[in-house]
Nanobody, 125 residues
Framework: QVQLVATGGGLVQAGGSLRLSCAASGLTFSNYAIAWFRQAPGKEREFVAAISRSGGQVAYGDFVKGRFTTSRDNAKNTVYLQMNSLKFGDTAVYSC??????????????????WGQGTQVTVSS
């Protein structure tokens, strides 16, 4: 059974930082590109970041503007999202998703094979 478990969310003041983790099990992790998405109440789901199978390529949503960094440790089956300079508008549930791919690309795909349950990030102004 495949599981993606996102952790690390919480309450932080504007300007602060959080590090999210997405731990995977039940799959050959290095065969999957991973993406982060977020969804705030009443809003559409938004692409945050993506990382290739090896971690050599990354991509970010336009709103990130250098504030977030994603990385992965294939030995630990885990992807990270380091979020700095958080803003009130970053408040959302952050989820990770996995897609089996051939090749090493970092991009937002139209569909994913597996989704995690999400972790709440709340930024106070």
């Amino acid at each position: 059974q495949v599981q993606l478990v996102a952790t690390g969310g919480g309450l932080v003041q504007a300007g602060g930082s959080l590090r999210l983790s997405c731990a995977a099990s039940g799959l050959t992790f290095s065969n999957y590109a991973i993406a982060w998405f977020r969804q705030a109440p009443g809003k559409e789901r938004e692409f945050v970041a993506a990382i290739s199978r090896s971690g050599g390529q990354v991509a970010y949503g336009d709103f990130v503007k250098g504030r977030f960094t994603t990385s992965r440790d294939n030995a630990k089956n885990t992807v990270y999202l380091q979020m700095n300079s958080l803003k009130f508008g970053d408040t959302a549930v952050y989820s990770c998703a996995a897609k089996f791919v051939v090749g090493s690309y970092a991009t937002q795909y139209s569909n994913y094979d597996y989704w995690g349950q999400g972790t709440q990030v709340t930024v106070s102004s």
